[in-house]
């Protein structure tokens, strides 16, 4: 089938030198890859957007209403926690307590996801430029949604929670059992490293330890669904369901500590 | 096809890929556009730009991944290679042998990624690695007759 006479060899060892080559080097080539594909997808991104608000127009109207609605509840509902919140500061200065650094967040519209479907991620319009660096933590107002592992000029590549390789220590609400929250690449999260009579049970929330710098402590990550025991009988884990829908998000924020 | 047509070609794809095919994904599943391109340029072009466009496809998907390995570059390349050999053993004329032909590279390109993934670390359920090994080889080849009928006009120029 393969033709190998001694031109055609030195060819194929040429290629498959240089594609070896390329396969180690290419990571060199990720940041001017993102960054000219920036505009494009921008402007892709912006078309999607108001072509959505034409088609589903009808259905906006409504949510519309029922946001104005919620937002007025809510508004009520701030009020009336910020006394609370006003209540505690004074209280904690009576006590001495050292207060809680205010976090500062930089908000980001979601451009693109990476072409791939062993990882999980998005592509962000902000980058270095606005202050962005890797590892720093990505929430939405909902909760935990992942961490910035590669920053451009102008664009930030995010890792989600879903991915495998991302790994977030967390605990338990309830009992402040400590535990890793891995993605699966599935709609639920995992817990592992939970001992055999870890306090966890359906229905408990799970949030950030602030174990790790990129998390601040107590960002909400999921609720668990099932509890399950390893192969080994050694060790539990436990199903999450995330907080945030990953796999709708458009904009986010990023932490900046 | 023009070589500019293919280059065309190649950047709509990876435009669609980039911001589109996320909505269009079945079970969180998205097809493999850059797959597709990778074995239309070898069914359709001589093997010296089938291999370019191949590291192309490689590059680009490496570099818009979240992979730490440029694996597609060098899987891309070597099923250019294969399936140019291939095409002058066997005739893939029609539609069918075509989709289940990349079918075939895609559930390999497919279990290779996902090896290395968990190679690398990554813990993936059994089921969940089954679902896009299968699923997204079959959606891929499912997608192939309307990519090449997208295609087909230029192809002979």
């Keep these: 089938m393969f033709n190998l006479n001694k031109k055609n060899l030195i060819v194929y060892l040429s290629v498959a030198a240089l594609i070896v080559f390329l396969s180690f080097s290419f990571y060199l080539l990720r940041t001017p890859i993102t960054s000219t594909l920036e505009a494009p997808v921008s402007l892709i991104s912006v078309l999607r957007q108001e072509l959505g608000g034409f088609i589903f127009y009808h259905r906006n109207l409504i949510q519309l209403r029922a946001l104005n609605r919620e937002v007025d509840f809510l508004k009520n509902k701030i009020n009336a926690l910020n006394e609370v919140t006003m209540e505690n500061a004074r209280l904690k200065n009576l006590l001495s307590l050292k207060q809680k650094s205010t976090l500062k967040y930089i908000p980001a519209k979601v451009i693109a996801r990476p072409a791939d479907n062993w990882s999980s991620g998005l592509i962000i319009d902000k980058g270095a430029y606005s202050g962005i660096k890797n590892g720093m933590g990505v929430v939405t107002y909902l909760g935990l949604v992942g961490r910035t592992v590669e920053v451009t000029n102008s664009t930030s590549k995010v890792m989600l929670l879903s991915d495998p390789s991302l790994g977030v220590s967390a605990l338990v609400q309830r009992s402040r059992q400590e535990g890793l929250v891995c993605g699966t690449l599935g709609s639920n999260l995992i817990m592992k490293y939970l001992p055999e009579d870890a306090d966890i049970k359906p229905g408990d929330i799970i949030v950030s330890s602030g174990l790790n710098d990129s998390y601040p402590k107590g960002l909400l990550i999921g609720t668990v669904v099932d509890v399950g025991s390893e192969f080994s009988g050694l060790s539990q884990y436990a199903l999450i369901k995330p907080a945030v829908k990953l796999y709708n998000i458009e904009e986010v924020l990023i932490v900046v500590q | ?157």
């Design chain 2, 1 to 157: 096809m023009k070589l500019s047509t293919l280059l065309v070609t190649f950047f709509i794809l990876v435009l669609v890929e980039l911001t589109c095919l996320h909505y269009l994904g079945v079970f969180q599943v998205k097809p493999d556009l850059f797959l597709l391109f990778v074995f239309i340029s070898a069914l359709f072009f001589p093997l010296r730009w089938s291999i370019s466009m191949a590291v192309l496809a490689g590059i680009f998907k490496d570099a818009l991944g979240m992979g730490s390995f440029g694996i597609n570059i060098v899987l891309f390349s070597l099923w250019s290679i294969l399936i140019k050999e291939i095409c002058h053993e066997i005739s893939i004329d029609d539609n069918l042998t075509r989709m289940l032909f990349i079918f075939v590279i895609a559930l390999v390109h497919n279990i290779i990624n996902g090896l290395v993934a968990v190679y690398l670390g990554s813990f993936i359920p059994l089921g969940i690695f089954l679902r896009i090994v299968l699923l997204g080889s079959l959606y891929t080849a499912l997608l192939l007759p309307l990519i090449l009928k997208l295609t087909k006009a230029n192809i002979y120029d």
